[in-house]
């Protein structure tokens, strides 16, 4: 009888437990804090590592004076109209898992007691966690996740940083065009009939899925002929039957969405395969790591990506060139589509809170939506930072831009991206048709 | 009223249990008025969910002693059907819920027929691939939201909705999910002194002796199968409104499938407190261990490390589980 | 025609790499009538061995073979002697929730020590070489010699169960242990070396497998489920069923290639539509139901 007792005793015991101990939220004075959500492991940890080095430099150079940078948050320390509030970013790992996110944003906004939310990276995720701050009235800046639908939910508290998928794929096409009209640099016009089959495969959640049917309506108004759009599981250990259907498919221009390890998995099948397209193009993401660089060497010459910062983007912007060489510092490589934007997130949340002096959310929610950050303050190629505040689309930035880089072997003998659209800035003559691994 | 008075009849358990019952109980309907942390509230509602999810399974599982690792399809089912109804069409929860217990009860009958044709680890395994050609079709289901998934969207919506279960405070599901805690209880109180929890209980002890007398075998055990399927899309409804983002790697994965039966196999198949025992012990110590050792620590994984030695020793030794060990303990007091 | 060829010649030639995979399954099954639920798991580890001595020590992803046959006949035996003797007392209940807790285990013990992301091998004497055997039909070598190697094995495990005095040994005890027991055959350490021999199969296919899948610690479970298709197909404890149920299986997950093959040669619009790759692995799963609703003992099965 009694060890029943006891064993009922240890039962209580241990839920007991639960109500006491509740996670202990220390409140410094003169922090702001913000709570940072990435895919630190999972398949896409690659991407959050870049993610958390680019925000952790723009905290960084927020918190301290860097007076060789020509931008207003290197200038003082910490938040000058906050009393010199310095930035605190509380990282929490999604795992790329959309329900894990959730309960991190709920945790750090109800426990750590968060002034903001930056992330996810993963535009499943950000759809989840995007609807707790909305739901806690939370404020929270986006400034890598580029699925389309996220700024058409009508979301007061949910601001973008990153232009989207829409712009993107448009830009895609436009190349696509260009080179049909002997626009691109270094290549003769292209009659159409020659990339006029496209095909497509993309990672299947949220953010593939959008941009698979991006693809899909864009290619019937530019006139191409979409001969397959897949869909496939960012885990799969294996695409050979994907690239095989994509072979079948005997398309010119191949397209992809994939995230980090499936992107590198995705090229060694096709090479494998030996398949021979004229266009390999990715959007971002994956295409873009420095470990797509690393573990495919040579074979990659030749393959475009979108992206909205490379490397190049320095012999243009004086600033971006600084900030990367503190990133290389910091990392081993250069600032990435990623990391930039992570950085760029972070920069858009202490222009905000300086503006607004408080960290009040609705105070937070004015100002996010008047802000106006030019683009000389930023390492990104874009024309600013100003959020649309009506219409369909609310709180996605309206300045932003995109860019197709192309890898070339420079002349060093190493892999780098190269600009090939906008035509205007393009930094080298396109490799066209794609040269073969 | 018969059914009543057996499901609220609980004198065939020694007084102590009892006691300890009604202790838990009143905790659990005064937790929320302590002050808790937002995580501590998630576990618990964690806790009733799982409890229920198990109990659901206990009824086939753990009485009927068919191993059923395939929980997790009818917990998709319930939520899909939940959340498409009220994104679609503005169906309110107390409306799809019934709702989506029908459809999972029809699909439980589709596949529970020949599916009980089956024995043991044949049963176990069969039961695991129906799940995964279901969650493969939902993967692609244009309609439901493929992968992409469904979001009940949070401004839509005013809170507290008490029709459509949209709240901003999670003390409001603690209490709805409580109520359904109790009443499932209730229910499978009433179910192992039923007809058809007699004639489970005797199947499991012998199929052949059953069979001659004059039980029969395969419809009880679909019937049961029904029984239990509907528990599990109940609650999965619940989840969907509670979660209020739902995805097929969310609602159907194996490894939920795997949770439910461990959980209850742990606790104690086939006797009424198992599960909530199992649930009660695995989910907090499952949350717990996550939150110290794995997000502060680093230690990634070490939560389910813990977990599996546990389950190894618990099957190892005792393979009644927990409540196997507390009875055990107590028949040798008695002699 | 060359898509169909193509898609049939990978069916074929996964199919021999998948039946290795489910050789060890059906062994211990076979033997001592307990379904493994670690076996994908196994495989796993056999994979991250292959990987990570490949890498460390600088050698062919080939040559680790042994050395990952070697962890496998460990892993099994110690599996079997420390832990899986005390779940064979118990009901098939604490059976199946033991192999669970084992599998939980293992998996997570892997994420804990190599993190979840995916690894791959990039370097190798085949990986990523593949033979252009004409009419468009391209032949990736490490499949090639994964398959090859999956015939060696399987022909290994046939003689040392038929011609073998410890085959006969094992059969014996596969049949009735108690009469193997009064027979005086060990019939302890038989069960020992079943899982030893178990899982050394299975890791040396994992060793394998890593030469063109990448690796996870999550990667088990999908391994599981196909291996126990393939045992259900080709009937529990069957060593040779397991090989062509293999090859089933195999060419059930090309059903994708040869749809493609009908849509893009006859020119049918709508059929280049349905997402059929996604369902890839479904086909496998309904295979397997199919077949142990209609025909419980398999295709070649013995035992019930």
């Avoid at chain 2, 009824?59 to 998709?76: E, F, H, M, P, R």
Wanted: aromatic share 12%; glycine share 10%; hydrophobic share 50%.
């Amino acid at each position: 009888m009694k060890s029943v007792l006891r064993f009922g005793a240890f039962f209580v015991g241990i839920l007991a437990i639960l109500v006491l101990l509740c996670p202990p939220g220390g409140f410094a004075a003169g922090e702001v804090k913000i709570g940072v959500i990435y895919p630190l492991t999972g398949g896409a940890a690659a991407a959050g590592r870049e993610l958390r080095a680019g925000a952790e430099l723009a905290a960084k150079i927020a918190n301290s004076v860097m007076p060789d940078l020509p931008m207003t948050m290197a200038r003082n320390s910490g938040i000058k109209s906050l009393g010199g509030a310095k930035i605190k970013l509380i990282f929490k790992d999604h795992e790329g898992n959309p329900t894990l996110g959730a309960d991190l944003a709920k945790k750090l906004i109800l426990d750590d007691k968060v002034d903001g939310i930056l992330g996810c990276y993963h535009s499943s995720v950000t759809k989840t966690v995007s609807a707790v701050c909305e739901q806690y009235g939370v404020p929270m800046i986006n400034g890598t996740s580029t699925s389309p639908a996220l700024t058409k939910r009508g979301f007061k508290w949910f601001w973008r940083t990153t232009p989207h998928d829409r712009w993107f794929t448009k830009d895609l096409f436009e190349l696509l065009k260009g080179l049909t009209e002997g626009k691109v640099r270094g290549v003769r016009a292209v009659p159409k009939k020659e990339i006029i089959n496209v095909a497509s495969a993309c990672e299947k959640t949220e953010w593939g899925s959008h941009v698979s049917r991006l693809i899909a309506s864009f290619a019937k108004e530019y006139g191409f002929n979409l001969r397959k759009s897949l869909l496939y599981a960012a885990k799969s250990a294996d695409l050979s039957s994907e690239v095989r259907s994509l072979k079948a498919s005997r398309a010119d221009v191949l397209l992809f969405a994939s995230y980090t390890s499936d992107a590198i998995l995705m090229v060694k099948t096709l090479k494998a395969q030996r398949v021979r397209p004229k266009i390999i193009w990715g959007q971002d993401a994956g295409f873009e790591k420095p470990e797509f660089r690393s573990t495919l060497g040579d074979s990659i010459q030749g393959i475009l990506t979108r992206t909205v910062f490379l490397p190049k983007v320095v012999e243009i912007k004086a600033l971006a060139g600084k900030v990367n060489a503190l990133y290389k510092a910091k990392t081993g490589n250069d600032l990435g589509g990623a990391s930039a934007r992570a950085f760029t997130g972070v920069q858009t949340w202490v222009h905000v809170l300086e503006k607004v002096g408080s960290t009040k959310p609705a105070d937070i929610q004015g100002a996010a939506n008047s802000i106006n950050i030019p683009g000389s303050e930023l390492v990104v190629p874009w024309a600013g930072i100003k959020f649309s505040t009506s219409g369909e689309e609310l709180g996605q930035n309206v300045l932003g831009s995109g860019l197709i880089g192309q890898y070339q072997k420079g002349p060093d003998g190493k892999m780098g991206l190269e600009i090939i659209y906008p035509f205007d800035v393009a930094s080298a003559d396109m490799i066209f048709p794609f040269p073969g691994y | 009223m018969e059914a009543i008075k057996s499901a609220l009849d609980f004198s065939d358990f020694p007084r102590t249990d009892m006691f300890i019952a009604g202790v838990v109980s009143v905790f659990l309907v005064c937790f929320p008025i302590f002050p808790h942390s937002s995580f501590a509230m998630a576990t618990m509602i964690q806790f009733l969910m799982f409890s229920l999810y198990g109990m659901g399974w206990n009824t086939i599982g753990g009485y009927g002693g068919q191993v059923d690792l395939g929980k997790a399809q009818y917990v998709g089912i319930g939520a899909y059907t939940a959340a498409v109804m009220l994104t679609r069409w503005n169906v309110p929860f107390w409306v799809s819920m019934p709702m989506g217990m029908f459809f999972a009860v029809c699909w439980s009958f589709i596949i529970g027929y020949p599916l009980f044709r089956l024995k043991g680890h044949y049963f176990a395994i069969a039961t695991i691939a129906t799940s995964l050609v279901l969650k493969d079709l939902f993967e692609v289901w244009d309609f439901v939201g493929a992968a992409r998934g469904l979001e009940i969207s949070p401004i839509k919506y005013s809170p507290p909705d008490f029709l459509r279960l949209i709240f901003k405070q999670d003390v409001y599901y603690y209490y709805i999910i409580l109520g359904f805690f109790f009443l499932g209880i209730l229910y499978v109180n009433w179910f192992r002194k039923s007809r058809l929890g007699f004639q489970l209980r005797s199947i499991k002890d012998n199929e052949d002796v059953a069979r001659s007398l004059g039980i029969n075998v395969h419809w009880a055990k679909v019937k049961t199968y029904a029984i239990a399927t509907a528990f599990v899309s109940m609650v999965g409804s619940f989840h969907a409104c509670y979660i209020k983002n739902i995805e097929p790697e969310d609602t159907m994965s194996l490894d939920l499938s795997i949770l439910i039966a461990l959980m209850a196999m742990l606790g104690g198949a086939g006797s009424l407190w198992g599960p909530i025992i199992g649930a009660g012990v695995l989910i907090p110590m499952k949350s717990y261990l996550k939150e110290w050792l794995g997000a502060r620590a680093g230690l990634v994984g070490i939560d389910l490390i813990i977990y599996a030695i546990i389950i190894m020793l618990v099957s190892a030794v005792e393979p009644r589980g927990i409540w196997g060990i507390v009875e055990r303990v107590r028949g040798r007091k008695a002699r | 025609m060359d898509i169909l060829v193509s898609s049939l010649a990978a069916g074929l030639l996964i199919g021999m790499v998948l039946a290795l995979v489910a050789l060890g399954l059906t062994i211990i099954f076979g033997v001592m009538d307990i379904v493994n639920f670690a076996h994908g798991e196994f495989l796993m580890v056999g994979m991250y061995t292959g990987l990570l001595t490949a890498q460390s020590l600088r050698i062919d992803p080939l040559l680790t073979l042994p050395f990952a046959a070697i962890v496998g006949f460990v892993l099994g035996v110690i599996c079997y002697v420390g832990f899986v003797k005390f779940l064979l007392r118990g009901p098939m209940v604490a059976q199946l929730l033991g192999t669970f807790g084992l599998m939980l285990f293992l998996r997570n013990l892997a994420l804990l020590i190599f993190g979840s992301e995916d690894r791959a091998l990039h370097h190798g004497l085949l990986v990523g070489k593949s033979f252009d055997i004409g009419m468009g039909v391209i032949i990736p070598a490490t499949k090639l010699a994964a398959a090859g190697l999956s015939v060696a094995a399987f022909w290994a495990v046939w003689i040392l169960m038929n011609r073998t005095k410890i085959g006969k040994a094992l059969t014996a005890t596969a049949l009735n242990s108690q009469g193997a027991r009064y027979m005086g055959i060990p019939t302890e350490r038989m069960n020992a070396l079943a899982w030893g021999i178990g899982g050394a199969s299975v890791t040396i296919a994992g060793a394998l497998i890593v030469n063109f899948w990448s690796v996870n610690p999550f990667i088990g479970l999908l391994f599981t489920m196909i291996a126990f298709a393939i045992v259900a197909l080709g009937g529990f404890g069957s060593v040779p069923g397991a090989f062509f149920a293999g090859l089933v299986v195999g060419i059930i997950t090309e059903i994708p290639g040869i749809w493609d093959f009908f849509t893009y040669t006859f020119n049918i619009r709508w059929m280049a539509n349905v997402p059929m790759t996604s369902f890839k692995y479904m086909w496998v799963y309904l295979a397997y139901f199919i077949i142990m609703v209609v025909r419980p003992r398999g295709l070649f099965g013995w035992k019930r």
